[in-house]
């Protein structure tokens, strides 16, 4: 089902979400849901707080399939890339962000499995896009002082 985005200022996107303790079949239709949602919107990347669930969730799909993951953890990072982003929660803006060019994060799968993704490129950047959302940070956060998005 294809859920609606939460667009800013609204609270729920500057909440700090709560872990998955349990995996359930709500947290399964979750996760359906929002690559649904992520599909259905162009996007790249999704967060459960975009969709009013302050659940450590997220969904993402650069072009090499949907990855989905519940309580992603990011452990370490590498380098430094600036490009250009935007988010599915601030529509039709955009601004240049300064992230890590390579990253490592941990999490389960929908299976409650552990799992290591070692990413670089669009995937590291959308994994940290996301990330942030679960802790409340938008991507507008990162941009320079006296640069706005347009």
Do not use: W
Not at 24 to 42: F, G, H, P, S, V
């Amino acid at each position: 089902m294809v859920r609606k985005i939460f667009l800013v200022p609204h609270p729920v996107l500057r909440i700090k979400a709560r872990p998955v303790e349990k995996i359930t079949k709500k947290t399964l239709r979750i996760l359906q849901d929002m690559a649904e949602t992520m599909y259905a919107n162009n996007g790249v990347g999704l967060a459960a707080p975009q969709i009013g669930i302050p659940e450590r969730l997220i969904t993402v799909d650069t072009g090499d399939g949907l990855l989905s993951l519940i309580n992603p953890v990011l452990v370490a990072t590498s380098g430094q890339e600036r490009d250009v982003e935007g988010c599915l929660s601030i529509p039709g803006q955009s601004g240049y962000v300064t992230r890590a060019a390579r990253v490592i994060v941990e999490g389960l799968d929908p299976g409650g499995r552990r799992k290591k993704i070692e990413a670089e490129g669009l995937l590291a950047r959308a994994l940290q896009h996301e990330i942030d959302h679960l802790d409340g940070i938008l991507f507008t956060d990162h941009l320079k002082d006296g640069e706005e998005a347009k």
